[in-house]
């Protein structure tokens, strides 16, 4: 993999993990999840950005 493929997998990732974040602090905040349900989305998008960012 280039620095450049590399580079756009990072972007890639990390344009997901903010889009799937938003998501969840969206529902959070019109009252379809508890903040124990929005804790362990996040966490879950926080592990797949950071493996994303190992792959690369």
């Known amino acids: ?5 590399a ?5 890639a990732a990390v344009e997901r993990f903010l889009r ?7 529902e959070y905040e019109q009252g379809y999840a ?3 349900a929005t ?4 966490e879950r ?3 797949a ?3 994303a960012a190992n792959d690369d």
Not at 7 to 11: G, M, S, V, Y
Not at 20 to 26: M, N, P, Q, V
Not at 39 to 42: A, C
């Open 1 to 5: 993999m280039t620095e450049t493929d």
């Open 7 to 11: 580079t756009e997998a990072t972007d």
């Open 20 to 26: 799937k974040a938003d998501s969840t602090y969206e």
């Open 34 to 36: 508890d903040a124990d």
């Open 39 to 42: 804790l362990r989305r996040l």
């Open 45 to 47: 998008h926080i592990e």
């Open 49 to 51: 950005l950071r493996n």
